[in-house]
C-alpha cells in the first residue's frame, strides 16, 4: 500500500466542509454538496476522505460523514478520483472493518461493495472479509459480514453469473457464519443467503439457464440453518419466513421432510404477530398459497392433505383477523363518510394512466398493454380483474391482501378437489365470520368478515348457496345508500368493501339462486353510486366494472337503470373517481354496446361525457381519459354516435395540428404531450369505426388531415406510431380516396414499418398495409419504387411475420393481421406471392382459422384460392390445413361466392389424388370430415 502524506492545509479545509454538512440550512446544504462534487474527481479528496474515517480520534460524526462521502465518490468518480490511490483507499477502509460504531461500519460496508464493483477488485476484497470474519474481535466479524451482505445485494450478477463459483464460495461461508454467537450476524448471513439464493433463481428466469449445481446442493445445508433460527423471535422470524416460503416455492421436495415442524412455525408466528408485526405475520402468510398449489399437484398424497387441514381450526380465523385494518393503513385513509362534495385533495389524485381498452381483431394492437397496469383511481392496486382488488388503501402487498388473497386460494382449491374438505373448512370459517358480522362488534371485525365472505365466494358457491339469501340481504341492507342507520353500516369502509363482495356474489351464484336475487344485488350496486362517500362511490365502479365484463347478457332494463345511475355519479363526481366511472361506461360500451344503438341510452351515456368534454381545456389532462372513453364508446354505438362525429373529430384535429406545431418550434424536443396524441388519434379511430364511410365530407374538409397522418406515422414515440398505422388502416378502409395522392409517401413508411422489433407498431402496419393494398388492387405494383418492387418487398416481410414465433400477448393478433395482408397481397398480385407458398402455408391456416372479421375472412380465403391455383403443388403438403381453415368459414362468413370457390378448389383436389382419395381422406378427424362434407360436400 502505497503511503499518503496529508497536506495540513487541505486536510484541515476537508474536515470544515465535513463539519459543515451537519448543518440542517438547506442552502447550507446545497453549497456542501456542490463542493463535494466538485472535490470528488480530485485525486487525493478520496484519499483524506478515507483518512478521516478511519482516524479514530476525529468526532465520530465527521468520520461517519466521510465514509458516506467516499462511498458516493468510490462509485461515482472511480475513474477521476479513485483510481490512482484505490490501493491506499482499500487498506484504509479493510483497516476500519473493525470500527466500534455500527453507522461508521455500515459506511464502511458500502465502501466496500462500491469498491468491489471496480474490475478485478472483488475476489480480492472477498478473500479478505472472509479472514475478518473470523475474527475474534466481535465488530471487526460483524463490520466483515455487513460488507459481505452488501455485495451480496449490490452484486449479485457479478456473483451468480455463469456458473456461479462466486456465489457457492460466498454461500458457503455464509452458511457457516450463521451459527456465529453474534445474533446480528446469525441473521445478516442468513439474509445475505438468501438473498443469493433469490438472485440465482432470478438470473434462472431472466437468462433462461438452470440454478448451478454448486447451489443447489446445498439448499439443504441452507434450510438447516433457517430451522435453527425457529426457536429465537424478533426480527428474526421474518427472515425465517422468508427463507421458507423461498424454499417452498422453489425446492418444496428438500423442505418436505421438514413441513410438520414448518407448518407448526409458520402458524404459530402468525398467532403471535398478526396485529403487532403485520410485516413478519405477512411473511408467513404468503407460504400458504404455495402450500396449496403443491397440494393441487399431488392429488394422491394424503399426507400432505392431512397435515394442512390439521392447521384449518388455528389458521382459518387468523387469516379473516389478518383483514382487519391496521391502525397504520387507516391513517393512510383521507376520505370520509360524507365527503362527496367536498373538494378534492390535490395529494389524493393520482398521476393520469391511459385506460385499456379492447382492440378488435386483425385491427388494433395495445402498445400499453401490462399485467401491472394500475387502472382503478381510488389507490387499487389494479389489474384487469376486480377480484383480485382486495384492498384500495395502499399500492403494498400487506397483511390484508395476503391474508384475503390466501383466503380466496384456499376456497378455490377446496372446492375443486373432492378429497379436501370444504365442509369441515366452512365449519370454523362460517362461525367466525357470523360473530364478527354480530351487531356490537368492532366495525373493523365486521368488514374483516364481509371481505372473507367475497373471498370465498367464488371458491365454494355451491357450499355457499344455501345461505345466500340471508347473506345477500344481510349485505344490501348494510350498503343500501337510501337506508336509515342502523340499517345501513355507517362505516363507509364497510360499504366500499360489501361493494366488492356484492360483485363477488353476483358473479359466483350465477345459476345457483334465484335470478331476482342476482337483479336485486346489480340494483344495490347501482344506488351505491349515489352514496355519499367518495371511497364508496370509487369501489362501486369497480365493482359494476367487473359485474359488466363478467354479465353475458345485460338487459336493456339494466343498462338503462345503470346509465341513470352513472349519470348521478357523474354529476357529483369532481376528479378522483372521474376515471373509474369512464370505465364502467368503456365496460358498457365493450361488452354491452348493443344496448347503445337505442337512441335515449346513447343520449343517457353521452351526456355526462359531453357535459365534461365542452367544460374542459384542450390542456387539461383529464380530456384525455374522456377522449378514451369516447373512443371506445363510438363503435358500440355505430350511427348513433353520428350527433358527436364532427365535434369529436374537429377538436382532436386542432389538438393534433396544435401540437404538431408545437413540436416543429421546439425542433421536436419530448415534452409529454405522446399521451394526447394517442388519444386523439385512437377517437379519430372510433369515429370511423362508428361512422365509417359518412365521416369522408369531414377529411375532405380538412386539408391538413392527411399531413398530420404521417406526421404522427414518422413520429420517434411507438405508440404514437402504433395508435397512427391504426387509424391509416381505418382511413383506408373508408376514405381512401383522400389518402390516394399521398400513395408514395405511404408506401415508404410501411415497408419500414413491418419489422418485428416493434410489435404494437408492426401489428397496425400490417392491418394498415392491407388495407390499402384492397383499395388500390393490383395497381399496388406500380407503389414506388415501382416495377414490381413493392409487393415482392412487401410480400417476403408479411411472410416473415406469419411465419414467426414472436412471444407476448399481441403474438396471436400479428400473425391474424399479416395473415389478412398477405391474403389481400395474394388477392392484388397472386404471381408475386403464389411462389413462395409452400413456406408460409401452414402457419397462414393457422392464423386464418381464428378470424372474426367475415370481410377480413372472405379477402383473406379468397387470396389463398388464387394462390392454390396458380401454384396447387404449393399447398399438397398442407392440404390437410387448407381443409380446416377452410371449415372455419361458417354462417354469413362462409358466402356464396366463397363457397362456390372451396367446392370447386377442395373437390378438384380429391380428383387429383384420384384412386388414393379414401385412404387420403381418412386420415382427416371425424370432425373435420363431417364439416367439410356438410360445408363443401367433400367427402
Known amino acids: 500500500m502505497a503511503a499518503f502524506t496529508p497536506n495540513e492545509g487541505h486536510y484541515k479545509q476537508v474536515v470544515e466542509l465535513l463539519q459543515q454538512a451537519s448543518n440542517p440550512q438547506p442552502a447550507v446544504q446545497a453549497a456542501v454538496w456542490q463542493s463535494f462534487n466538485e472535490y470528488s474527481t480530485r485525486v487525493d479528496f478520496n484519499c483524506y476522505l478515507a483518512h478521516i474515517m478511519a482516524d479514530r480520534t476525529m468526532e465520530a460524526g465527521l468520520r461517519q460523514w466521510a465514509g458516506l462521502v467516499l462511498s458516493k465518490g468510490i462509485k461515482n468518480n472511480y475513474e477521476d478520483g479513485v483510481k490512482a490511490n484505490v490501493s491506499w483507499i482499500q487498506g484504509r477502509v479493510m483497516e476500519t472493518l473493525g470500527e466500534e460504531n455500527a453507522q461508521i461500519r455500515n459506511a464502511v460496508a458500502n465502501c466496500v461493495s462500491h469498491l468491489a464493483s471496480q474490475g478485478g477488485l472483488l475476489r480480492t476484497l472477498l478473500e479478505g472479509l472472509y479472514g475478518a470474519m473470523d475474527s475474534p474481535d466481535e465488530h471487526t466479524a460483524s463490520g466483515a459480514c455487513k460488507a459481505v451482505c452488501n455485495i451480496c445485494e449490490d452484486h449479485l450478477e457479478a456473483l451468480a453469473g455463469g456458473k456461479a463459483e462466486g456465489a457457492a464460495q460466498v454461500l458457503q461461508v455464509l452458511l457457516k457464519h450463521t451459527a456465529s454467537a453474534n445474533p446480528s450476524t446469525r441473521e445478516q448471513c442468513l439474509t445475505a443467503a438468501l438473498t443469493l439464493y433469490r438472485g440465482c433463481n432470478e438470473l434462472q428466469l431472466l437468462h433462461n439457464c438452470e440454478v448451478p449445481e454448486a447451489m443447489t446442493a446445498r439448499v439443504p445445508d441452507f434450510l438447516k440453518a433457517t430451522m435453527r433460527f425457529a426457536g429465537e423471535a424478533g426480527s428474526t422470524q421474518g427472515v425465517v419466513c422468508s427463507a421458507l416460503v423461498f424454499v417452498g416455492d422453489f425446492y418444496f421436495a428438500e423442505l418436505r421432510p421438514y413441513l410438520v415442524d414448518t407448518l407448526a412455525y409458520l402458524v404459530t408466528v402468525q398467532k403471535q404477530c398478526t396485529g403487532v408485526q403485520d410485516e413478519v405475520a405477512r411473511e408467513a402468510c404468503d407460504f400458504w398459497p404455495i402450500m396449496l398449489e403443491q397440494i393441487e399437484d399431488r392429488r394422491d398424497d394424503a399426507e400432505l392433505r392431512a397435515l394442512f387441514e390439521g392447521h384449518l381450526p388455528t389458521l382459518l380465523p387468523l387469516l379473516v383477523t389478518g383483514m382487519r385494518y391496521s391502525d397504520l393503513q387507516l391513517s393512510m385513509i383521507h376520505q370520509a363518510s360524507d365527503d362527496v362534495s367536498q373538494p378534492d385533495r390535490a395529494e389524493d389524485i393520482l398521476p393520469r394512466w391511459r385506460m385499456k381498452g379492447k382492440k378488435k381483431a386483425a385491427g388494433h394492437a395495445d402498445p400499453n398493454a401490462s399485467p401491472a397496469d394500475a387502472e382503478d383511481a381510488d389507490d387499487e392496486a389494479s389489474s384487469d380483474d376486480d377480484d383480485d382488488d382486495w384492498d384500495g388503501d395502499d399500492l403494498l402487498w400487506s397483511l390484508r391482501k395476503s391474508s384475503a388473497s390466501t383466503l380466496d386460494c384456499l376456497a378455490l382449491t377446496f372446492g375443486a378437489i373432492p378429497e379436501l374438505n370444504s365442509g369441515a373448512m366452512l365449519n370454523v370459517l362460517v362461525p367466525d365470520i357470523a360473530r364478527r358480522l354480530a351487531p356490537g362488534g368492532d366495525w373493523r371485525d365486521r368488514e374483516a368478515a364481509i371481505m372473507a365472505l367475497g373471498a370465498i365466494c367464488e371458491g365454494l358457491p355451491n357450499e355457499l348457496a ?214 386523439c388519434l385512437d377517437l379519430l379511430g372510433g369515429v370511423l369505426d362508428a361512422v365509417e364511410s359518412s365521416v369522408e365530407p369531414l377529411i375532405a374538409a380538412t386539408p391538413v388531415f392527411a399531413e398530420l397522418l404521417l406526421a404522427c406515422l414518422h413520429d420517434p414515440n411507438v405508440s404514437v406510431r402504433s395508435s397512427a398505422y391504426a387509424l391509416l388502416g381505418d382511413v383506408a378502409h373508408f376514405a381512401w380516396p383522400h389518402l390516394a395522392p399521398h400513395a408514395e409517401p405511404l408506401a415508404a413508411v410501411l415497408r419500414g414499418a413491418l419489422e418485428i422489433t416493434t410489435p404494437a407498431v408492426c401489428i397496425n402496419a400490417a392491418y394498415a398495409l392491407g388495407e390499402v393494398v384492397v383499395n388500390i388492387g393490383p395497381s399496388v405494383r406500380e407503389m414506388p419504387p415501382g416495377g414490381g418492387a413493392f409487393p415482392e418487398e412487401v410480400a417476403a416481410k408479411l411472410i416473415r411475420l406469419v411465419t414467426a414465433k414472436p412471444s407476448g400477448q399481441n403474438a396471436q393478433l400479428l400473425g391474424e393481421n399479416a395473415a389478412v395482408a398477405l391474403g389481400r397481397l395474394a388477392l392484388a398480385c397472386p404471381d408475386v406471392v403464389a411462389p413462395r407458398m409452400d413456406t408460409f402455408i401452414k402457419p397462414w391456416c393457422l392464423h386464418a382459422k381464428r378470424l372474426t372479421n367475415e370481410r377480413e375472412q372472405e379477402q383473406a380465403f379468397m387470396g389463398l384460392s388464387r394462390l392454390i391455383r396458380l401454384n396447387p403443388s404449393g399447398c399438397y403438403a398442407a392440404f390437410a390445413y387448407v381443409c380446416d381453415a377452410a371449415c372455419s368459414l361458417e354462417g354469413d362468413a362462409l358466402t356464396d361466392a366463397l363457397r362456390k370457390e372451396y367446392v370447386a378448389l377442395l373437390n378438384g383436389f380429391k380428383s387429383h389424388i384420384g384412386a388414393g382419395w379414401p385412404q387420403y381422406f381418412s386420415q382427416f378427424s371425424a370432425k373435420l370430415r363431417e364439416k367439410l362434407a356438410r360445408l363443401y360436400g367433400l367427402a
Open 466 to 679: 344455501p345461505h345466500a339469501g340471508k347473506l345477500i340481504e344481510g349485505l344490501m341492507a348494510s350498503a343500501d345508500p337510501a337506508a336509515p342507520p342502523p340499517t345501513k353500516d355507517a362505516n363507509f369502509l364497510i360499504r366500499s368493501i360489501t361493494s366488492w363482495t356484492l360483485q363477488r356474489f353476483h358473479t359466483a351464484f350465477d345459476g345457483k339462486v334465484d335470478q331476482g336475487m342476482r337483479d336485486a344485488m346489480y340494483s344495490c350496486l347501482v344506488q351505491q353510486l349515489g352514496d355519499r362517500s367518495k371511497k364508496v362511490v370509487g369501489a362501486t365502479a369497480s365493482a359494476l366494472r367487473a359485474v359488466l365484463n363478467k354479465t353475458e347478457e345485460l338487459s336493456e332494463a339494466h343498462a338503462e337503470q345503470l346509465l341513470r345511475g352513472l349519470n348521478a355519479a357523474f354529476a357529483a363526481c369532481q376528479t378522483i373517481n372521474l376515471n373509474l366511472l369512464l370505465n364502467v361506461c368503456v365496460a358498457l360500451g365493450e361488452d354491452h354496446g348493443e344496448h347503445l344503438s337505442r337512441p335515449d341510452l346513447a343520449q343517457l351515456v353521452m351526456a355526462p361525457l359531453t357535459a365534461r368534454w365542452q367544460g374542459m381545456p384542450d390542456e387539461d389532462v383529464r380530456l384525455q381519459a374522456v377522449m378514451s372513453c369516447m373512443a371506445a364508446l363510438a363503435p358500440a354505438m355505430g350511427h348513433g354516435f353520428q350527433p358527436f362525429v364532427k365535434e369529436c373529430f374537429d377538436r382532436s384535429v386542432r389538438i393534433l395540428h396544435a401540437r404538431a406545431e408545437a413540436r416543429r418550434q421546439s425542433q421536436y424536443e419530448p415534452n409529454g404531450d405522446e399521451d394526447y396524441i394517442v388519444y
